[in-house]
């Protein structure tokens, strides 16, 4: 051991190598001198076997000089990956992500006045269009959203919200624990399974700011239940003057309903509820990018516009580009089903699914068979229902080869079951079938 170690060659004599010196001429130096440090280092743990140093560094700097973030092929089957960044965007959005990205705009100027805009005003006019709602307003996300809301209407008072609905969003995030840092206090009414118009009544004081309506995202109760709708919060709220708050979640724009997915209200249905405000995400089944829709009254939007919270939470010009050509596409519903990755994906049939299958698996060879799967679609919408699906399975401890998709050029996320690693097409993109045949002879090699 000790011999090995003294025969390692120093960080200086590597680097003074010439193909060391080479690489230097294309890698930042302070790259190059970890990648040779690195590879002395793993030399040293290893017993130091003939090593090719030229080669070693290479790697090292292709590790090192990779993104953080990267494209993957997303195969588990689970549309919306909140881990896996949520709804990829649709090619206008990604055009008008460019466009604006590239050069100046009039994200907070009015060109007709020439003067001072505000960055408030985009989108609005589309999303009062598409839910019917008064008015609108855009933020970083949903949780943003819910908390400027309870900021601006219940700080140092209380919300009703019924034990029923205080859920977990993931990541071990929980809505009530948002809500509290919003400033608002909150009051729980009625039980985990059932709550009733009168459990909010009894809990109405002075010191109640507003009723809070929350989607039970990613679960679903089922037996001896029961809940208040929002038709009978509104109206219970209006006999005390005070907003009903409906966060939607996901934010569905056009009925499903045609794919298997019922039982969710389109943002549409839900205001014809009359909440006095309802917030939803934008990278959820909207299918766009990252961010909070605050949708509703006029008055009160206009009071959450004035809340220089709003300042802190409010959301970039990329976002709002990609937010605006995505909904501009909701105008023509057909359209959307087609050119919105997320609804497209929910839209697809097993024969087209079984179709990409087959051309995936033509070189593959005989480790790797076409199953029927079933998958979902993922962040907080429908989580109780399956969409039949097609999947790759391969043949081989699954555990490794899930990890030899991962590590791949373009890393490949796929699903355990049964001890089988099942890549599932209803969350890949047509676009990703040719790397995805690829990474599959790769990882079976
Ligand atoms: C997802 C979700 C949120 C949070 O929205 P983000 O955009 O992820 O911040 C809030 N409420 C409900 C009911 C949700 O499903």
Redesign the pocket.
């Known amino acids: 051991m000790t011999d090995v170690r003294r025969a390692l060659p120093s960080v200086g004599a590597v680097l003074d190598s010439p193909e060391i010196i080479a690489l230097l001429s294309e890698f930042p130096r302070s790259i190059v001198v970890d990648a040779v440090r690195e590879a002395i280092e793993s030399a040293r743990s290893s017993g130091g076997a003939e090593i090719d140093w030229a080669d070693a560094v290479r790697r090292n700097i292709a590790r090192l000089s990779r993104p953080s973030l990267r494209p993957v092929i997303n195969a588990t089957g689970i549309i919306l990956h909140?881990n896996l960044g949520?709804a990829p965007l649709a090619g206008a959005a990604i055009e008008a992500i460019t466009a604006i990205a590239r050069g100046f705009s009039n994200l907070e100027y009015e060109l007709g006045g020439g003067k001072r805009g505000s960055r408030h005003s985009h989108c609005v006019s589309l999303l009062t269009r598409l839910t019917g709602a008064e008015d609108a307003m855009v933020v970083?996300?949903?949780?943003?959203?819910?908390v400027l809301a309870l900021n601006t209407i219940a700080r140092k008072r209380e919300v009703l919200v019924s034990r029923g609905e205080l859920?977990e969003?993931?990541g071990s995030?929980r809505?009530p624990d948002?809500m509290e840092r919003s400033g608002a206090r909150l009051v729980e009414v009625g039980t985990t399974n059932r709550t009733h118009a009168d459990d909010y009544r009894r809990a109405i004081t002075k010191k109640t700011a507003a009723m809070v309506k929350?989607?039970?995202?990613?679960f679903a109760v089922a037996g001896f239940v029961s809940e208040v709708g929002v038709p009978d919060l509104a109206f219970i709220a209006s006999e005390h003057a005070i907003p009903v708050i409906h966060?939607?979640?996901?934010g569905l724009l056009i009925p499903l309903d045609a794919y298997g997915l019922t039982g969710e209200p389109t943002v549409r249905e839900a205001m014809a509820a009359k909440p006095t405000i309802a917030?939803?995400?934008?990278?959820?089944l909207l299918g766009g990018p990252?961010?909070?829709i605050i949708i509703g009254e006029a008055k009160t939007l206009a009071k959450l516009r004035a809340n220089p919270l709003a300042r802190a939470l409010r959301v970039d010009k990329l976002t709002l580009a990609a937010l605006e050509a995505t909904l501009a596409i909701y105008l023509d519903e057909a359209r959307a089903v087609k050119e919105i990755p997320a609804l497209a994906m929910i839209a697809a049939t097993t024969d087209v699914l079984r179709k990409r299958a087959e051309l995936i698996m033509r070189d593959a060879g005989p480790r790797a068979e076409i199953v029927e799967s079933e998958a979902s679609v993922g962040?907080?919408?429908f989580p109780t229902k399956m969409l039949p699906s097609i999947a790759v399975a391969l043949m081989g401890k699954a555990k490794a080869l899930d990890a030899r998709f991962r590590s791949g050029k373009i890393p490949v996320v796929g699903r355990i079951a049964d001890d089988k690693l099942l890549l599932d097409l209803r969350s890949v993109q047509e676009q990703d079938d040719a790397d995805l045949a690829a990474a599959i002879i790769d990882a079976l090699l």
């Open positions: 909140t949520r970083n996300n949903g949780a943003a959203a819910l859920v969003i993931g995030f809505i948002i929350i989607h039970r995202s990613n966060d939607l979640g996901s917030i939803m995400s934008g990278d959820k990252q961010a909070g962040a907080g919408a």
